[in-house]
């Protein structure tokens, strides 16, 4: 029998959150994106900047940016446009 475990909850980060590994800080989540995240020249990044520049010019860069919240935009299923 599988009990239902429901959504993942998920909030926004910063930069100084450790990540851990067996109980020891391995690293920071702000080296973790400044290692993933800092070739602005790649199409992907460059289009998650706008994107966030957007947000920010609309007052709208609350929360957290999510795949599933995209995919609902660009199909027309998003109720909060």
């Known amino acids: 029998m599988t009990a239902e475990l429901g959504p993942l909850a998920r909030t926004r980060r910063n930069s100084r959150e450790p990540i851990q590994a067996g109980g020891e800080t391995v690293g920071r989540l702000g080296d ?16 998650v900047l706008a994107e966030y520049l957007v ?5 709208a860069a609350i929360g957290i940016r999510t795949l599933k919240h995209l995919s609902q935009h660009a199909t027309g299923t998003c109720a909060s446009r």
Do not use: H, I, V, Y
């Open 32 to 47: 973790f994106w400044s290692w993933a995240c800092s070739d602005l020249a790649n199409n992907t990044m460059r289009g």
């Open 55 to 59: 947000a920010t010019a609309l007052g």
